[in-house]
């Protein structure tokens, strides 16, 4: 497959790509300051890094970031909808970074740009939701041996690869990414939060205040969602499947329903579970006339779309990423962006705020150099990654922000790390 430059007009596209990157690097210091060391130390010096990521302004900063510690990056996109084609241009037209990434593609030209990034021969892999790791090790097992490793962004692809791991099927590491503090209590909670809303709003012109806002899961984004909906006006239900996560919600002030019930409630319908048929056949049935239904889980299989699509009289574009399905009692049910990410995949989407992504990419960065420098410390499978690593990402956050904090004292470290003080 060819690059990106050789399949699309690219003079427009490579200057507004830039534009969108020259604006994120102005807003993400932690990658400014992990790139001015990379640039100095080179630690990927003779590393190929293949990536599959959203590929928006934000991840062509990690990508030009570990191409400037000197590796040689080849990108594709991890969601046939999420890909902005200007800044895949500009990533391309950056030194060190080949870029296959396009939107709109289908199943085959998705796969197809996958093994374009394969045929690197990556010695390191850089994925968001777990698709080129597992696409390696069906169609490649031979370029494993020349792994070294590899970071994952997403809690769906950390799910993955961990049930790759229960089945002896991962054969070289991966750092869970998305685990850590400064990505998941940052990114899933304020970033899908803030984007999916701003996503859902922009492309329906729509009011969040007095509407019933109805969120499936109540893990990390689902948090995020509900919370922010609720600081919009909107009065949030919630649907869970774990006792303890329904309880933290009620605790919250939210209400909690069955999906069953909630159907026939609620106005605005997102998804956030990572899990599949969150919304159903019999679902439909009893939804008003006008909801909205919208995903932010990572596959677009939390809202079952074929039997809406089979209960329909006729369906239309509404909008731009905005599909009506009108039923035969005329109630029209509308569908953003296909059900695939939300935040990511309307026409206007653009995915998480920039200063939240840099906290992410960060951690993916220091996981990278971590890698190629002790990569052989970690055996095959998944690895939570080492908190000191974490802790310097949120330190050159924190020091960019101009922000101080304590730190400890020595009688306060001893005091914290003894068990004989008492009453
Ligand atoms: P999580 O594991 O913290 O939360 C998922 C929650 O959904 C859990 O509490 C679980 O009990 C609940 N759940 C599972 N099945 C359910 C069902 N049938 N009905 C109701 N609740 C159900 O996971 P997290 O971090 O919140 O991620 C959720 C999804 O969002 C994943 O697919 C992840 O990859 C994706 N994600 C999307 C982002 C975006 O930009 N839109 C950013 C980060 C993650």
Redesign the pocket.
């Known amino acids: 497959m060819d690059p990106i430059s050789e399949q699309l007009d690219t003079e427009k596209l490579l200057e507004e790509g830039q534009r969108k990157m020259d604006w994120a690097r102005q807003h993400m210091p932690i990658m400014s300051s992990l790139r001015e060391s990379f640039e100095d130390e080179q630690p990927f010096a003779g590393e190929r890094i293949g990536m599959a990521m959203h590929v928006e302004a934000k991840t062509a900063i990690l990508a030009e970031t570990l191409a400037a510690g000197g590796a040689e990056v080849a990108i594709t996109g991890c969601n046939p909808l999420s890909t902005h084609d200007d800044v895949s241009v500009a990533l391309n037209a950056t030194d060190g970074v080949t870029s296959y990434a396009k939107r709109g593609v289908d199943d085959e030209e998705y796969y197809e740009a996958m093994e374009a990034v394969i045929e690197h021969e990556p010695t390191m892999t850089v994925d968001d939701?777990g698709d080129l790791v597992f696409a390696i090790h069906e169609e490649y097992p031979e370029l494993i041996d020349t792994i070294i490793g590899g970071c994952e962004e997403?809690?769906?692809?950390v799910h993955r690869l961990r049930a790759m791991d229960d089945d002896d099927a991962l054969d070289y590491p991966m750092f869970a990414v998305?685990d850590t503090p400064m990505k998941?209590l940052f990114?899933?909670i304020h970033?899908?939060g803030e984007?999916?809303l701003a996503s859902i709003a922009m492309t329906t012109n729509l009011s969040w205040a007095g509407k019933d806002v109805v969120v499936?899961?109540?893990?990390?984004?689902?948090k995020g969602v509900a919370r922010k909906a609720s600081g919009q006006n909107a009065n949030v239900i919630v649907?869970?499947?774990?006792p303890r996560?329904a309880l933290e919600a009620h605790m919250e002030g939210f209400d909690v329903l069955p999906?069953d019930e909630a159907a026939a409630e609620g106005d605005v319908f997102i998804t956030?579970?990572?899990?599949r048929?969150?919304i159903v056949g019999d679902h439909f049935e009893k939804m008003s006339d006008g909801v909205l239904l919208a995903n932010?889980?990572?596959?677009d299989v939390e809202i079952d779309l074929d039997a809406l699509e089979s209960k329909a009289e006729q369906t239309y574009e509404a909008r731009d990423g905005l599909q009506a399905y009108e039923m035969a009692d005329g109630r029209r049910l509308n569908v953003l962006a296909e059900g695939r990410?939300?935040?990511?995949a309307t026409p206007i989407s653009l995915?998480?705020p920039v200063e939240v992504m840099d906290q992410s990419f960060g951690v993916q960065a220091v996981c990278a150099r971590e890698m190629v420098e002790n990569g052989d410390a970690y055996d095959p499978g998944v690895h939570d990654v080492p908190d000191e690593l974490d802790r310097e990402v949120a330190e050159i956050k924190l020091e960019a922000e101009g922000i101080e904090m304590d730190g400890l004292s020595d009688t306060q470290e001893e005091y914290m790390d003894s068990w004989q003080h008492g009453t």
């Open positions: 939701g997403t809690t769906t692809g998305n998941r990114d899933n970033g899908t984007s999916s499936a899961g109540f893990g990390y984004c689902g649907t869970e499947v774990d996560r999906m956030t579970t990572g899990n048929d969150v932010a889980g990572h596959f990410l939300v935040n990511l995915g998480h």
